[in-house]
């Protein structure tokens, strides 16, 4: 039974939607701070290297596989392998995973975006501001975390019901450009901040000191995070993309633009960072968390003339970024239940959003009233984080290399690519899927768990 597909009617629209989705606080929140906490210039050299190579070979994999089949994860990865059918429900697993945390980042986001549109901004510029919000200690209802979650949770579930995502998606696509030129204007006055300069050049400049397996380890899990990659996203996309669409064409487009787009958020925040550190570079990477982005811009916006209206303009934008990624996460989730369970869209929209208030609670108290328990030594936002990023992704990545590379073999990539165009980076693409990436992802994998047996220390 074969149900016909609607597809992107243009090759822009797929690039599009597809680049709407990848850009998110991924690239503006995550990147960041990973780049501050992981020597700066060596990530940032690394992580590029990752993209070029590993970034665009999962891509070009996921997007081909997802246009051959005409099937979303689940269904793709058994008709490609039967054995391999429980790789699409692993895959799944990981947006299950990361949307309750998604939202909870996403109500931090609300609530900068209140305290500057009522001229609280510039207070919230205040050293312990966010360490005293996210651990639920300042007094207030309106003050506690709990509050701008759910309202953050509210707002994807009004759009995902009322199924209006495509009227928040097309006010989002003419907003990123101008979140681009806000960011280039924030950025750039960041460079004028009196110690900025040797921000620049920490971040900017490798040094190989720097370098060791965990700036590989937190590069490649950012990269998956950041362009979806490694969670059946990508092959749900490609199972709408028409089959005239230039595949190689498409994924540099898309990389290009998120890569882009992080490097631009990175330079909004850690010159400046290091700036207010005193250029103590070395402080820089022991305080960069997960709370980076909301405690450095507040700071630069209140040195900034009409900073008030800057933070305003910038965290509303923000908040559109988030959006349209919340609600394309929550979607993967519903149409799974969907397809699935074969229950209505409604009900289980409701029952998504329902799991997603209850598992984001524990990463919206685990920095306050929950840190207590620490699983695995850490808070729950950054546990969740740790699960999907650091382990669930490579393995889904490693099986997707091993069942690509050597079980149906790279050839069925490259003659769907070459069903509409050229593959350059023919040679690359074999050598990476087959060897370099599974061989690598081992590596990683096999780090991470003997850090966490306590073998090895960062
Ligand atoms: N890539 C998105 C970001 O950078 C986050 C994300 C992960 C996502 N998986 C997704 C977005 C699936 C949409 C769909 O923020």
């Known amino acids: 039974m074969k149900k016909e597909r609607s597809s992107f009617t243009s090759r822009l629209g797929f690039v599009l939607a597809a680049a709407g989705s990848a850009v998110g606080l991924g690239n503006l929140w995550r990147f960041p701070y990973l780049a501050a906490k992981y020597g700066g210039g060596t990530f940032l ?15 070009i994999a996921e997007i081909a596989i997802g246009r051959n089949t005409r099937l979303s994860c689940i269904g793709a990865y058994r008709k490609l392998d039967q054995r391999f059918g ?3 429900w692993l895959a799944s697993l990981v947006p299950v995973i990361i949307t309750p945390y998604y939202c909870v980042i996403g109500g931090w986001v609300v609530k900068y975006l209140v305290e500057f549109v009522t001229g609280n901004g510039l207070q919230a510029a205040g050293d312990s501001y966010f360490a005293s919000f996210t651990a639920a200690q300042l007094p207030g209802v309106f003050n506690s975390p709990v509050i701008w979650f759910v309202l953050y949770v509210l707002l994807n579930a009004v759009v995902v019901l009322f199924g209006v995502e495509k009227g928040i998606e097309k006010v989002s696509r003419v907003m990123m450009p101008v979140l681009v030129i806000l960011s280039i204007v924030i950025a750039g006055y960041s460079l004028t901040i009196p110690g900025a300069m040797d921000g620049l050049k920490y971040y900017l400049l490798p040094r190989m000191e720097d370098f060791s397996i965990f700036t590989v380890l937190a590069a490649m899990g950012q990269l998956f995070y950041s362009m979806s990659l490694a969670m059946g996203i990508m092959i749900t996309y490609g ?9 190689e064409h498409s994924v540099t487009q898309i990389e290009v633009f998120d890569t882009g787009f992080a490097l631009l958020a990175g330079l909004m925040i850690i010159p400046a960072m290091v700036a207010f550190s005193g250029g103590d570079t070395a402080l820089v990477r022991e305080s960069a968390g997960a709370g980076l982005m909301f405690g450095v811009l ?6 900034m003339m009409f900073g008030g209206v ?20 929550t979607e993967t989730i519903v149409s799974i239940l969907v397809d699935k369970l074969h229950i209505g869209r409604k009900p289980a929209t409701v029952g998504v959003l329902l799991g997603v208030l209850l598992l984001g609670l524990l990463s919206c108290l685990g920095y306050g009233p929950l840190s207590a328990i620490q699983p695995l030594g850490m808070a729950f936002l950054d546990f969740f984080d740790f699960i999907s990023n650091s382990i669930l992704m490579p393995i889904v990545a490693f099986l997707t290399c091993i069942l690509v590379g050597h079980v ?9 690519v070459e069903t509409s165009g050229a593959f350059h980076r023919k040679k690359l693409f074999v050598v990476m899927i087959r060897w370099i990436a599974p061989v690598m992802l081992l590596m990683i994998l096999g ?9 090895i220390s960062v």
Not at 45 to 59: D, E, H, R, S
Not at 408 to 416: N, Q, W
Not at 447 to 455: A, M, Q, S
């Open 447 to 455: 780090t991470e768990i003997l850090k966490f047996l306590g073998v």
């Open 310 to 329: 800057i933070g305003t303009i910038f965290f509303l934008l923000v908040l559109l970024a988030a959006l349209t990624s919340s609600i394309s996460l």
């Open 408 to 416: 149906v073999g790279p050839k069925f990539i490259i003659d769907e």
């Open 239 to 247: 199972s709408y993309m028409q089959k005239d669409n230039i595949l």
């Open 86 to 88: 429980f790789l699409g």
């Open 45 to 59: 050299l690394v992580y590029i290297i990752l993209a070029i190579t590993f970034g665009f070979t999962l891509m």
């Open 298 to 303: 507040p700071k630069v916006f209140e040195s």
